[in-house]
Nanobody, 123 residues
């Protein structure tokens, strides 16, 4: 399996931006489909965005469409989540995930997960 390490979280004011990174190691990252998820205190983990291995197709949950952008750099073995126009309700621990199956981008059944990075948006 691929190992994943997230970074880039922090405290930001509402309306601000952050870019999360997900560094991968251990396997050929270009073969992997990647997803970002988040979990707010007291809530279940929810899907945020996904990108297939080639970068051609991306998927977003409705609440972040137009504000977040997922990307993947297969040379740097890193995936990104650019988050703009952040809202207090975006506050959560953000996790990246990866899987060799394209299906994972649709049913969210990713097999490899990072440890998460905290994003806090103040009002």
């Amino acid at each position: 399996q691929v190992q994943l390490v997230e970074s880039g979280g922090g405290l930001v004011q509402a309306g601000g931006s952050l870019r999360l990174s997900c560094a991968a190691s251990g396997r050929t990252f270009s073969d992997y489909n990647v997803g970002w998820f988040r979990q707010a205190p007291g809530k279940e983990r929810e899907f945020v965005a996904a990108i297939i291995w080639s970068g051609v197709n991306t998927y977003y949950t409705d609440s972040v469409k137009g504000r977040f952008a997922i990307s993947k750099d297969n040379v740097k073995n890193t995936a990104y989540l650019q988050m703009n126009s952040l809202k207090p309700e975006d506050t959560a621990v953000y996790y990246c995930a990866a899987d060799l199956r394209v299906r994972a981008t649709l049913d969210h059944s990713f097999s490899s997960w990072g440890q998460g990075t905290q994003v806090t948006v103040s009002s």
